[in-house]
């Protein structure tokens, strides 16, 4: 498949695509609104600067500090970050507010994509982590643009995928201007499926550069809002983990009857079906978003509110990180590492299979199975505090000494920017 049947298939699959934000609007209304800017009829107004894509949520957490330091380093350059869902849209309104320009990425059409560089006239653009957008780039490359593929990642199965479609992955991996990669080993991978090795930097995550602001005084306010009573958070929380995590609560509450669970969806449009699981299963239940103090008789908060998963993280004794029960690869573990929390996760933790394994090798870090070794694992921390505590320094040891990613993908921007001047 090449970029002209690629993009007929978008085409053809465009009715498709409006249909399916049409159904998950029913839960998330945000979905069907702000269309035009997906249709590439409307834009932001300030031109040139940098664009930045980070596609949902994750992504723009993980790029704020090399977003900031952007602003610190080129701090008369616009710069405009999109986003693909309405959670990433929300991170970049709550977290950047009006020092950035913000739209959706337009669909990856050729036409579209024209309009859309052609509008914004970037000096650079930056794509995170895995998105590679065929039009896009290559719309960037007819218009002399650079571009950026930052705190890159490609897994096994990602670069198996992608292997299977060489005349549309080569020519578009030969317009990227530079990539900054997450780990040598993805490098090869994208190297081997056509990218030229001279425009591969190995800089680390961005995701070691946690920002710990929001938690500097996190101690004091869990014991205003929680109490002394023990607490494990179930953070990043998908459909099918809900229930394996109510199920570890139960057996737990066996031998902690005063133990909370702090339950976090990863997605808004799952907040409801999260409070209607926990109440079925004859649980105690109360919303973060209408609890400023959390009594005695609830037995599992539900975080409904966006932004706040890292004091919720710092607010617990253990830590399990969701998308890791189910195949959804997994989300960041750096996270409550980050805070000296002892990290557990599933085994379907492929998107961060490196950093995984760095936080097991070092003790950081367990994989659990399903909710009978979930909580058997709970328990053990627990119940043994000390060896809770241990493990949680295991862990943030590996955040610390891997922090310094974003001075060096920095570098890689700064060099194409001043390149391009």
Same mark, same amino acid.
């Given at each position: 498949m090449n970029r002209f049947i690629y993009s007929l298939l978008v085409t053809l699959l465009l009715p498709v695509i409006l249909l399916y934000l049409l159904w998950r609007s029913r839960k998330d209304p945000a979905y069907r609104q702000r269309l035009g800017e997906r249709l590439g009829r409307h834009f932001p107004a300030q031109q040139g600067g940098i664009v930045i894509h980070c596609a949902s949520m994750g992504e723009t957490l993980a790029a704020l500090p090399l977003i900031r330091a952007l602003q610190a380093r080129f701090p008369?350059?616009?710069i405009t970050v999109?986003?693909?869902?309405? %959670?990433? &849209? *929300? !991170?970049?309104?709550?977290?950047?507010?009006?020092s950035v320009q913000h739209?959706?990425?337009?669909?990856?059409?050729?036409?579209?994509c024209q309009r859309f560089v052609k509008a914004l006239r970037p000096q650079l653009v930056i794509l995170v982590e895995t998105e590679l957008w065929p039009n896009l780039i290559h719309a960037c490359h007819q218009n002399e643009t650079p571009v950026m593929l930052t705190n890159a990642r490609l897994? %096994?199965? &990602? *670069? !198996?995928?992608?292997?299977?479609?060489?005349k549309l992955i080569q020519p578009m991996l030969t317009q990227l201007s530079a990539v900054a990669m997450q780990n040598e080993v993805d490098g090869e991978r994208l190297v081997s499926l056509g990218l030229d090795p001279a425009k591969l930097t190995v800089c680390g995550s961005l995701k070691f550069d946690v920002d710990l602001a929001q938690t500097s005084d996190i101690a004091s306010q869990r014991r205003q809002w929680l109490g002394e009573r023990a607490v494990w958070c179930a953070g990043s929380t998908?459909?099918?983990?809900?229930e394996q995590a109510l199920a570890a609560h139960r057996q737990l509450q066996q031998m902690h009857p005063d133990l909370l669970?702090?339950?976090?969806p990863r997605h808004p449009e799952q907040f409801e079906a999260a409070i209607q699981l926990s109440k079925q299963a004859g649980f105690q239940t109360a919303r973060r978003s209408q609890s400023d103090t959390v009594g005695d008789e609830i037995q599992v908060l539900i975080g409904d509110t966006m932004g706040e998963l890292m004091a919720l993280y710092g607010m617990s004794d253990a830590c399990f990180v969701g998308g890791s029960l189910i195949e959804r690869g997994g989300h960041n573990p750096l996270e409550p590492a980050a805070l000296a929390k002892p990290v557990l996760m599933g085994p379907h933790h492929f998107n961060f299979a490196e950093i995984g394994a760095a936080l097991v090798q070092a003790g950081g870090m367990s994989v659990v199975s399903n909710s009978d070794d979930l909580a058997e694992q709970l328990e053990h921390l627990l119940s043994l505090r000390s060896q809770a505590q241990a493990m949680g320094k295991k862990g943030q040891r590996v955040v610390e000494i891997n922090r310094g990613a974003t001075q060096r993908q920095l570098t890689v921007a700064e060099a194409l920017l001043t390149s391009n001047d």
């Open positions: 008369h350059q616009s999109t986003s693909t869902t309405p %959670s990433g &849209s *929300a !991170q970049v309104k709550q977290h950047l507010g009006d739209c959706y990425l337009p669909l990856d059409l050729p036409v579209i897994s %096994s199965r &990602s *670069a !198996q995928g992608y292997a299977r479609f060489p998908h459909p099918g983990e809900f669970l702090l339950l976090v």
